[in-house]
Nanobody, 128 residues
Framework: QVQLVESGGGLVQPGGSLRLSCALS????????IGWFRQPPWKEREGVSC????????YYTDSVKGRFTISRHNAKNTAYLQMNSLKPEDTAVYYC?????????????????????WGKGTLVTVSS
């Protein structure tokens, strides 16, 4: 059974940092692109970042560029999202998702419908 499990969420003050982890099982991470999505309160789910399976290409939504960094360690079947300089508007449930590399369209990386598997999410709250 394919499974993605997020961890690392919690409460942090504005300007602080968190690192989210996504542990994958049931398939080989090498064959999948990994995306991080988030759903703020009362808003739709949106793409945050994505990393390709082999060439190291990364993608970020404009609001997190320069603050967030996505990475992956395929041998550990784990992906990460390092979040720095957090803002209250970053508050959301964050989801890790995986999409088959052969079908990946970089132009549509931020669309939830392009991903095949999803974790259950981890809550990040940025507040004083």
């Amino acid at each position: 059974q394919v499974q993605l499990v997020e961890s690392g969420g919690g409460l942090v003050q504005p300007g602080g940092s968190l690192r989210l982890s996504c542990a994958l099982s049931g398939f080989t991470l090498d064959d999948y692109v990994i995306g991080w999505f988030r759903q703020p309160p009362w808003k739709e789910r949106e793409g945050v970042s994505c990393i390709s399976s082999t060439d190291g290409s990364t993608y970020y939504t404009d609001s997190v560029k320069g603050r967030f960094t996505i990475s992956r360690h395929n041998a550990k079947n784990t992906a990460y999202l390092q979040m720095n300089s957090l803002k209250p508007e970053d508050t959301a449930v964050y989801y890790c998702a995986a999409g088959q590399a052969w079908a990946f369209d970089s132009a549509a990386w931020s669309l939830p419908g392009t991903m095949d598997y999803w974790g259950k999410g981890t809550l990040v709250t940025v507040s004083s």
